[in-house]
């Protein structure tokens, strides 16, 4: 039995489909998972370079994958896209994945820890707080613009003034 030195793996809601081949680059594998059994899938092959497409759930499952002895490279999808070799499904993603993963002058995301990812939702959470404030204030200033109430900005600090024409 030939042994598995790479595995693509293209993430999705619910099934997962793997594309593995061995040092020579023949396909061993070619496989779809449920979301369950990946992990079990992954403790009983030796280890091996599995890559991933960076995505939404692609750091926990780095994380999950790497922790049971696999070496385990995230790809930016825009690098992904150029090997895809025939229509946008997932077992095509997931032979790309494979292929992009085993080139020497691909450039690899750093894997993220639980806090990183923690402290990037916060930002993410508080800019869109900020953009959906600023959205509802210039709304606000353009309906009172229509009843002929002119709110500007003033001041050093920006705060809104109230002039009446």
């Known amino acids: 039995m030939t042994l598995i030195t790479t595995i693509g793996l293209d993430t999705a809601k619910q ?4 594309h593995g081949v061995d040092n020579e680059g023949t396909t061993i594998l070619r496989r779809q998972l449920r979301r369950s059994e990946v992990l079990r899938f992954f403790r009983k092959i030796p280890s ?8 939404g ?6 994380r999950e994958i790497k ?3 696999h070496e385990v490279r995230l790809i930016p999808p825009a690098y992904v896209k150029p090997y895809v070799k025939r229509g946008k499904n997932d077992a095509a ?3 790309a994945i494979c292929e992009a993963v085993g080139r ?6 750093p894997l993220k820890t639980v806090g990183q990812q923690a402290t990037a939702m916060l930002l993410k959470a508080r800019d869109l707080l900020v953009r959906q404030r600023t959205q509802t204030i210039n709304a606000l200033r353009g309906h009172l613009t229509e009843g002929h109430y002119h ?3 003033c001041g050093k600090d920006r705060r809104p003034c ?3 024409p």
């Open 15 to 18: 099934v997962f489909q793997l």
């Open 57 to 62: 759930g692609a750091h926990y499952w780095a």
């Open 151 to 153: 709110i500007q900005r």
């Open 104 to 109: 020497p002058s691909m450039r690899f995301v």
């Open 162 to 164: 109230r002039h009446r």
């Open 67 to 69: 922790a049971l002895g």
């Open 93 to 95: 993603d997931a032979e």
């Open 48 to 55: 091996c370079v599995v890559g991933l497409e960076a995505c």
